[in-house]
């Protein structure tokens, strides 16, 4: 009897301790946009997947093929960082396409845990995204969204990699692209 109690209590441990760990969560950011300009000079702004010159904070963009699948884009942004996309869908119909990042570099080193962390220059980790023009008459909408999760994966996520910081730092890439877009769109 002493032997099943020691069990069960064991096993209740195991059971709280994994109950209570807290790994990743998704997470999901979109912004919509109403810009007074028709869908199709709006797409014509951000349709080639090799030129981001409409967002702020990118500096400059390689690419490695065109608006196909599989194409690859390295955005250097303004603060140095660099960015590797590859675009998994377009649709120039639907006026739409969808990447996925697969590499960033570190914007800084820090200790966590014991352990010498890389920050990204996004603090995220397996984001994807999908922006597109909807036609409303003479106006369009666009929409930017994008699911991720927190740069780190592990439990207990120091401040600059937990979903705070990624939720605001994605939120923060998508609104400053959106209005940069608007304005440009709207001249």
Known sequence: MKKIMVFISALMFLFAAAASAHGPVRQKAEEEITINAPAEKV?????NFGDMSWHPGIKSVTVKGDN????????????GGTIT?????????KMSYAY????MSSAKT??????EEKVPVLP?????ASIGVESKG???????KAAYYRAYMNNNPPPEMNEEAANTAVTAVLK????????LAEK
């Not at 194409?71 to 942004?77: I, K, S």
């Not at 995220?124 to 994807?128: G, P, S």
């Open 176 to 183: 400053e692209g959106l209005a940069n877009l608007k304005a």
């Open 100 to 103: 996925k990042i697969t590499e």
């Open 85 to 93: 996309e590859e675009l998994k869908k377009y649709d120039d119909k």
């Open 43 to 47: 797409w014509a702004i951000i349709a």
């Open 124 to 128: 995220v980790d397996n984001y994807a």
């Open 138 to 144: 003479n106006s369009s909408v666009v929409s930017w």
């Open 110 to 115: 820090i200790t966590h845990a014991g352990a």
């Open 68 to 79: 196909k699948k599989g194409a690859v884009r390295v955005l250097t942004l303004k603060n």
